[in-house]
């Protein structure tokens, strides 16, 4: 069965600083990996998202991930953490597997609290 | 504008009353999906639907019926709510490739007494 850990329910970071939220999977085949990321009162919305191709990934609002298939990895990272980026952010894993019978088959990580400090 | 629309965004109910969460999407989306969250574990899909008239249990199914008669929409039914069905529940979409990503709505904030 596929799986994903977020090992850290919350990460602190001072503004301007660089930061990182860490993700690692588990599929049979290969991964489809997405960021979602969810303010306060709002629903889910896409950061971005790994399907083949370039490691690096960028995304909305500066950020961007890297796709390390030794390591499973999909870390979340940023060069300089504004405050308005304080937000929960998901994880997501769907194996290729699935993808030719639809859009079922993805898995959610528990979110991590990204705190930035002024 | 692409939009999933959610109703009633929140609700207190009692045991046992009957309810229903509706979604909406105008994206022509084949793909609907319903998931709750709770603390600590994150989003569990409910149920899912691939295209009219076709849906499917998810990871939570028990208490909850969904249907979908017409492309755009696709509610929740709580035939019977429970308080551990006391919830955030999200609505999402997404294209009919494996790869798209998921739009979702605003939610709903479902008390169950």
């Known amino acids: 069965a596929q799986s994903v850990a977020q090992p850290e329910d919350q990460v602190n970071v001072a503004e301007g600083n660089p930061l990182t939220v860490k993700c690692t999977y588990s599929v049979s085949g290969n991964p489809y990996l997405f960021w979602y990321v969810q303010y306060p009162n709002r629903g889910l919305q896409f950061l971005l998202k790994y399907i083949t191709g370039d490691n690096l990934v960028k995304g909305s609002y500066g950020f961007e991930a890297e796709f390390n298939k030794s390591q499973t990895s999909f870390h979340l990272k940023k060069p300089s953490a504004l405050v308005s980026d304080s937000a929960l952010y998901f994880c997501?894993?769907?194996?290729?597997?699935?993808?030719?019978?639809?859009?079922?088959?993805?898995?959610f990580g528990k979110g991590t609290h990204l705190i930035i400090q002024p | 504008e692409a939009q999933v629309t959610q109703n009633p965004r929140y609700l207190i109910t009692v045991t046992g009353k009957k309810l229903t969460v509706t979604c909406s999407q105008n994206m022509n989306h084949e793909y609907m999906s319903w998931y709750r969250q709770d603390p600590g574990l994150g989003l569990r899909q409910i149920y899912y639907?691939?295209?009219?008239?076709?849906?499917d249990k998810g990871d939570v199914p028990e208490g909850y019926k969904v249907s979908r008669k017409e492309k755009r929409n696709f509610p929740l039914i709580l035939e019977s709510p429970s308080p551990n069905q006391t919830s955030l529940y999200f609505c999402?979409?997404?294209?009919?490739?494996?790869?798209?990503?998921?739009?979702f709505g605003e939610g709903s904030r479902l008390t169950v007494l």
């Open positions: 999402a979409t997404q294209s009919g490739s494996g790869t798209g990503e998921l739009f």
């Open positions: 997501a894993v769907r194996d290729h597997m699935y993808s030719g019978g639809g859009a079922d088959g993805l898995t």
């Open positions: 639907s691939m295209n009219v008239e076709v849906t």
